[in-house]
């Protein structure tokens, strides 16, 4: 059994070696706790099936349904839920472009995409560049969706085409796992009102102790709705491309109307991988859980010592922590050039800085997502991720905590 923690496992000197995302949007002074790619080794299954493939030169078209057949396992193995059929899946690019395929199926040019704001910005950006219309059903204050909220907007989408739900189970950035009895609520509102659920889980496996990860379908009496799904997240393969589409028992006949050339957007080494993560990937897994849980409880005492005015709810799940920063009043810092993306112009932008965010890269040199980028409510905020080594956390901490208190 693999218990060693894969986030202890690297030096920053290592990290910094990384020519993805998270390690090139910033300079080499700057420790990066944004975007959600995890600082860990990767799973040695995971490791061995892609050299493997490598090796015996099998890096053609995907084909076959072993990544959902591994999916199906997984899911009856870890949440008790046997209610995947994979006679009802789809091989997808990834979970966002999933995501845009299925609202294509079940809504016209114009037509409205409920979303639970505070959420992942390509939530908007996305949805709202396939030329649908974004309506906002905050979540409480504690992180919960509101069923009163959800179905006034559920109500008011009236126009052109049929509604649509983009539901984030688990929720990105506030970690909130939605429980069984929301999410049969979400279903019963769903079919009253005739909108189609899309369902974005990728960070299902990745559900901490004292929660537990309720599948969408599984609640979905009238099987209308869709999940997506991908190892991605959870075995950090992010730049490993694919992702599982389900429809519920109600969605099938639309689920095959998918155009056929979206087969061909997946990766197949991106197959083998996720397959391996999800077949033998498990020991890694639980360790990977243990160093995230041991981190949120780190960065708990380390907001306490350094950041007392900063209020967050640790989350349920994930590695990401949604600070809520206004008491530092940080607001006026603006948007910073050197970002990724550049300054933060509009909401969406992943890439894009300002706010606490902008006065943490700025000053501290630490890196955060920005609050305002994740729709209403989001100012004075910002995302951090956690899935790092202690002694980076406690660092981007120390440093985040002299910019609060105006040393640096």
Same mark, same amino acid.
């Given at each position: 059994?693999?218990?060693? $923690? ?16 998270? *390690? ?9 706790? *944004? @975007? ?41 193995? =870890? ?15 990834? !979970? ?7 609202? =294509?199926?079940?809504?016209?040019? #114009? ?33 919960? !969706? ?25 929720? $990105? ?11 049969? =609520? @979400? ?10 659920? !899309? ?12 929660? +537990? ?65 999800? +077949? ?9 859980? =243990?160093?995230?849980?041991? $981190? ?15 209020? *967050? ?27 990724? #993306? ?28 920005? #609050? ?5 409510? #989001?100012?004075?905020?910002? +995302? ?14 120390? +440093? ?9």
């Amino acid at each position: 059994m693999t218990t060693e $923690n894969p986030f202890e496992q690297l030096s920053l000197q290592e990290l910094r070696r990384r020519s993805s995302m998270k *390690w090139r949007a910033h300079g080499d002074d700057v420790l990066p706790l *944004w @975007v959600a790619e995890m600082d860990v080794v990767l799973a040695e299954p995971v490791v061995r099936a892609v050299t493997e493939a490598v090796a015996r030169g099998d890096t053609g078209y995907p084909a076959g349904t072993g990544y959902a057949e591994a999916l199906a396992e997984f899911a009856s193995d =870890r949440w008790a839920w046997d209610g995947l059929d994979v006679g009802r899946t789809a091989l997808v690019p990834d !979970v966002m472009l999933g995501v845009v395929e299925m609202l =294509r199926l079940v809504t016209e040019p #114009g037509g409205t995409v409920v979303v639970n704001c505070p959420v992942y910005p390509p939530f908007y950006s996305f949805v709202e560049h396939m030329g649908r219309r974004i309506v906002e059903a905050p979540l409480t204050s504690t992180g919960r !969706v509101d069923a009163e909220t959800l179905e006034e907007a559920f109500a008011g989408t009236g126009g052109v085409g049929a509604a649509a739900y983009l539901l984030c189970n688990p929720h $990105n950035p506030t970690g909130t796992v939605h429980t069984r009895a929301e999410l049969e =609520r @979400v279903a019963q509102l769903a079919e009253r009102y005739g909108v189609r659920v !899309v369902a974005d889980e990728i960070h299902a496996p990745l559900v901490l102790p004292g929660a +537990r990860f309720t599948p969408y379908l599984s609640v979905d009496g009238a099987g209308r709705g869709f999940s997506l799904m991908s190892a991605s997240k959870a075995w950090n393969l992010a730049g490993l491309k694919c992702a599982v589409a389900t429809a519920g028992s109600g969605a099938g006949a639309d689920l095959s109307r998918l155009p056929e050339e979206v087969g061909h957007g997946p990766s197949h080494v991106a197959a083998i991988a996720h397959t391996a993560a999800l +077949r033998d990937g498990g020991d890694w897994l639980d360790a990977a859980l =243990r160093g995230i849980a041991a $981190n949120r409880d780190l960065l708990g005492e380390l907001l306490a010592e350094h950041l007392p005015d900063v209020s *967050w709810l640790p989350p349920e799940a994930s590695y990401l922590a949604w600070l809520d920063c206004t008491a530092l009043g940080l607001e006026d810092d603006g948007g910073v050039p050197e970002s990724a #993306g550049g300054p933060a112009a509009a909401t969406g932008d992943v890439t894009a800085i300002a706010g606490p965010a902008a006065a943490f890269l700025q000053r501290a040199r630490v890196a955060l997502s920005s #609050g305002p980028a994740f729709g209403s409510g #989001g100012r004075g905020h910002a +995302r951090l991720n956690f899935g790092t080594s202690s002694a980076i956390l406690v660092e981007a901490v120390r +440093r985040m905590g002299e910019v609060a208190r105006g040393r640096r």
